[in-house]
């Protein structure tokens, strides 16, 4: 079992950590594409620190002495989920950066062309 | 028929000067297109102040692949029939630019100046023909053909690799890569023997433990680029 003062104080941030974030993407400071995983990740906390039975479920599947190293082990396993997540999203803006900087090279070129040819 | 030689240039301001005024002389018909990768030197205002060709300076350093590729897509765009590209470094000798494209005459999609044919010439440091020969044996376990300098940057591209190269190049350390790309593409690759020089100035971009990581990257990207369906 779960620490009862544990388990609130867990409860309490997740909940807070959850309100904080929609609001940001209501004010537009975040990109709900990027934040869904976030989502997840607090609402995966929630279920855990609710339902107590969900924490011996899993330290009893995976041969975990104690129940709070598997509250441990979850935060780790959502914390890779969301890096790997950036680490996709970076490599995607890595290609959209070198995408815009290839043709606004050329843009550059070609008009310092157009200009050449007017004066 | 339309040709471009195309040359990305990365603090080369020592020798591109050089390099450009030799293109002038051997070859004055084919255009010339220098791609500045963001240098911080005095590159960008050599290249102009040579009245040779057309210069894109781009924003941001993109790296040699990004460099390049910018000159494929500006050939594609411009609807050059010829590409072929050059290092900034001077190793490359534009008398055999002929040669390459007759090559592609003969029915090669993409012809390589490579070094290691005849042997003459500047033959790179001992460790580093290790390396290029490891890059070479790879190369042909993946694509079941020889090339025996897959490292070089002295190529003659035709339409179709200009277009593939437009669409796809690898971003960093792109020679060994791109050849896998394009003989995944079923492009016909084939080689001549060049001489190439000894750089005269500066540091190559590949040394010390650059090279570990230069060997890793390229060793994956090509098993990778190998596995990866067309």
């Known amino acids: ?119 | 028929m339309k040709k471009l030689i195309i040359i990305p240039v990365y603090n080369e301001e020592k020798n591109i000067g050089h390099v450009l005024n030799g293109i002038k002389k051997t070859c004055p018909d084919i255009d010339v297109l220098v791609i500045d990768d963001g240098s911080s030197d005095d590159s960008y205002r050599v290249c102009v102040e040579s009245g040779v060709g057309e210069v894109i300076k781009l924003p941001a350093n993109l790296g040699i692949g990004g460099a390049r590729q910018t000159g494929f897509k500006y050939a594609l765009y411009n609807d050059y029939d010829i590409v072929i590209q050059m290092d900034g470094d001077g190793q490359h000798d534009p008398a055999c630019i002929e040669k390459m494209i007759s090559q592609l005459r003969d029915g090669a999609n993409l012809c390589i100046g490579s070094r290691f044919i005849t042997g003459e010439g500047f033959q790179s440091s001992f460790v580093r023909r290790i390396g290029i020969s490891f890059i070479y044996n790879i190369i042909r376990f993946v694509l079941g053909q020889k090339i025996t300098d897959p490292t070089s940057g002295y190529r003659a591209c035709d339409k179709k690799a200009i277009a593939l190269f437009a669409k796809e190049y690898p971003q960093d350390y792109p020679e060994p890569e791109s050849l896998v790309t394009a003989g995944k593409n079923n492009l016909i690759i084939k080689e001549i023997p060049v001489t190439m020089m000894e750089r005269k100035n500066g540091k190559s971009t590949i040394g010390g433990t650059d090279s570990v990581y230069y060997m890793i990257k390229v060793t994956l990207a090509i098993l990778i680029d190998a596995m990866t369906k067309k």
């Open chain 1, 1 to 119: 079992m779960l620490d009862k003062q544990l388990q609130i104080i867990l409860f309490t941030a997740s909940l807070c950590f959850l309100i904080y974030i929609i609001a940001m993407v209501r004010n537009k400071n975040l990109e709900l594409r990027y934040v869904l995983i976030w989502l997840f990740s607090g609402l995966g906390l929630i279920v855990i620190t609710i339902l107590p039975g969900a924490i011996d479920f899993i330290a009893g599947l995976l041969h975990i002495q104690e129940p709070v190293n598997t509250l441990f082990m979850s935060i780790i396993f959502f914390l890779i989920m969301i890096i790997f997540s950036i680490t996709r999203v970076l490599s995607k803006n890595f290609r959209l950066v070198s995408v815009l900087t290839q043709e606004l090279g050329i843009v550059k070129l070609e008009l310092e062309k157009i200009k050449r040819t007017i004066n």
